[in-house]
């Protein structure tokens, strides 16, 4: 579970991404720690800044933190075909259709990401893999899997195209540069301690009792600030 200061720093991360200061994000998500989502958007900068190397080593990290963050495997896959590992590429789009377990699609919203992830991309970007290497029987099955489970305007206008024609420039989809995972609304509501006794101190009334045997006859707190 990240600590206040790692969720602090992960906001301000985000914040400093928002504002296009690349090195103020990565040096707060640096000071954050080892979490999937994290990494993922350490690894969005370095694609941002075509830094293929770089962001493929955070995707790695973050799928060190969640062997099955899907999208993790998505843009990695991505790098290793913008530096011609098509191989690299092909399994790990391989890869994220398997975690999305014959899913249409997987949504990150509720995990602060603004992206759905769809198979049918990912078998459109195999498919690309597959051009790319000549193996045309294999990125036609791959074309054709990827239009029958299209859904956006956008996705069936590529992919038909292509089912029709043919693979005639390559197109990738990938995950949109300015998506990255913000803190979750909830962890920053709680980020601070409430105290509902603000600067009490317990105090003891040893005066003698009724019975004069000098023993305690309560015990309160004086100072007591009550919050709301």
């Not at 789009?93 to 398997?98: I, T």
Request: glycine fraction near 6%; aromatic fraction near 12%; hydrophobic fraction near 40%.
């Amino acid at each position: 579970m990240a600590t206040k200061d790692e969720i602090l720093s992960w906001a301000d991360g985000v914040n400093a991404y928002k504002n296009s200061d690349w090195d103020g994000a990565l040096d707060s998500f640096q000071r954050t720690g080892d979490f999937s989502r994290v990494h993922f958007n350490m690894g969005i900068i370095y694609t941002r800044l075509d830094d293929y190397e770089s962001a493929s080593m955070c995707y790695t990290n973050a799928i060190g933190a969640d062997p099955y963050l899907a999208v993790a495997f998505f843009q990695r896959a991505y790098c290793a075909y913008m530096t011609e590992d098509y191989q690299r590429a092909d399994g790990d789009y391989a890869m994220a259709l398997e975690l999305l377990r014959e899913n249409d699609f997987i949504d990150y919203s509720q995990l602060g990401l603004k992206y759905r992830l769809y198979r049918c991309e990912a078998h459109y970007n195999r498919a690309m893999c597959a051009h790319s290497i000549g193996d045309d029987a294999i990125c036609t099955q791959d074309v054709l899997a990827a239009q029958r489970v299209a859904r956006t305007t956008e996705q069936k206008a590529v992919i038909d195209r292509a089912a029709r024609v043919g693979v005639e420039t390559v197109t990738l989809f990938t995950v949109p540069v300015d998506a990255v995972f913000e803190v979750p609304e909830s962890k920053l509501k709680n980020i601070n301690e409430r105290s509902y006794l603000k600067d009490a101190k317990v105090v003891i009334d040893s005066s003698p009792g009724a019975g004069g045997d000098g023993q305690a006859n309560w015990a309160g707190f004086d100072g007591a600030l009550i919050l709301n």
